[in-house]
């Protein structure tokens, strides 16, 4: 085993312990030698780390962890870098949820025109980390999960030649319930998995070698939400016509009314929640007899935030020939998409990289049809994002199917975008 360099960027989230636990867990399989915790907000980072440092001691993990808000210094000559950034925080977040609202449009965090203003906000920042690993750790892996994650990884992975994975949590709880629905003693389970970054179904459940998911339906599902989503009833007739399982994020779709009419009533924003439970968090974190995650984080909704994460670095550094659901160029996987486009599929991971696996005879056109639109969104909002250029960003929010009518876009737009001003700095050159 190399002794590994690992930087996370955005250390100050109260998501890291999360991830501390999963390299503690797989301590015998990566030899950690120093974490870089980077952020440029020096008040949560010392919070944060400080308790990253007692977890570690408490486990006997004797891994150095150095605190800096300086970007260059946490990249060099890492070997994986790990991006968790929130520009502008959760105030950004709560503007994105309100705003849109105003318009009877969906305000959340990764779907619709909150999530299009989320990605204006982050492309420009994760792309400085990009030219940043370009000089100084070119070899490195780029794993991010700052949201929204596949059409981040839309921008990076066509704009640069840095190796990049955009990963989330969603996969692998949808994953985890379709095992359980398998009978306990059946040795070869198997899953079918297509789609975007929350836009994505799991559309064959195998038990050897056998798709029980027709059977499955006809006798009903137990589906886990995730906790960030409003819940909604999956009738068979819904899962019949959709011919799979759905991701929670495709709540917004099916759902879309009763979703903006639950946001519109409900007396707190999520981001607004998600502001109380970091103030919380963060004062649990203080204390410092603190040297375990707190059940609290459990609330935040990063359920399998470390497993998605050092799982794949694992694989890809212990050369595990494993699968994993990695949102990467699609390069001929799904017949349907682009080459060039990036999309959520499941991937054989090894030492030489990550490599999409081939999905043959295919003809779901309900899916087909919603990932082409979607993904249409993604690649205009994407050049939005790297260029800030003004036509690209109201058409993507044209032709995305959750928005559509110019009257609300354009307005919407507008006003998100000046709300956003300091963070935008592609829309506002000099």
């Known amino acids: 085993m190399r002794n590994l360099k690992i930087a996370v960027i955005g250390a100050g989230s109260t998501y890291t312990p999360e991830l501390i636990e999963g390299f503690i867990v797989r301590r015998e399989t990566l030899d950690v030698e120093s974490i870089y915790l980077m952020d440029i907000d020096k008040t949560k980072m010392g919070i944060v780390g400080a308790l990253t440092e007692r977890i570690l001691r408490k486990n006997s993990m004797k891994c150095r962890v150095v605190m800096t808000d300086n970007l260059e210094e946490a990249i060099q000559g890492a070997h994986y870098v790990l991006s968790q950034v929130r520009v502008g925080k959760l ?51 780029l794993i991010n999960f700052a949201n929204p994650s596949g059409l981040v990884a839309e921008a ?51 038990a050897e070698g056998n798709n029980i998911l027709p059977q499955l339906i006809e006798s009903g599902l137990e589906i886990t939400t995730m906790k960030n989503i409003q819940e909604a009833e999956l009738q068979k007739p819904l899962l019949k016509a959709t011919g799979g399982i759905p991701s929670s994020y495709l709540n917004y779709y099916y759902f879309r009314d009763a979703q903006i009419n639950h946001c519109k009533e409900a007396e707190k924003t999520r981001g607004e929640v998600c502001k109380e439970l970091e ?49 990467v160029r699609n390069e001929g996987a799904l017949p349907f998409m682009d080459n060039d486009d990036v999309v959520e599929v499941k991937c054989l991971v090894n030492r030489m990289g990550i490599f999409p696996v081939k999905m043959k005879n295919f003809n779901n056109h309900m899916i087909i049809g919603l990932m082409k639109a979607v993904k249409a969104y993604e690649k205009l909002a994407a050049r939005a994002g790297l260029t800030g250029d003004y036509d690209a960003a109201l058409s993507a929010l044209l032709v995305h199917p959750l928005i559509g009518d110019y009257n609300k876009a354009k307005p919407m737009l507008d006003e998100m975008l000046e709300a956003n001003r300091k963070f935008l700095p592609q829309f506002h050159k000099q």
């Open 91 to 141: 105030d950004a977040r709560i503007s994105d949820e309100k705003i849109p609202l105003k318009y009877d449009m969906l305000g959340q965090e990764t779907t619709g025109a909150g999530g299009f203003m989320k990605a204006m906000r982050t492309i420009p920042v994760i792309m400085d980390i990009v030219k940043t690993m370009e000089r100084l750790a070119s070899d490195a892996w």
């Open 156 to 206: 990076v992975l066509n704009n640069s030649g840095i190796k990049m994975a955009g990963l989330c949590n969603c996969p692998t709880s949808m994953i985890k319930d379709a095992r359980a629905m398998v009978s306990a003693d059946t040795r070869n389970f198997d899953y079918d998995y297509v789609g975007l970054n929350h836009l994505s179904w799991i559309t064959g459940v195998y």
């Open 279 to 327: 103030r919380e968090l963060l004062e649990l974190y203080e204390d410092i007899n603190l040297v375990d995650k707190p059940a609290l984080l459990e609330q935040r909704g990063g359920a399998y935030y470390s497993t998605a994460a050092v799982s794949l670095i694992d694989a890809l550094e212990n050369d595990k020939n494993e699968y994993h659901v990695v949102n």
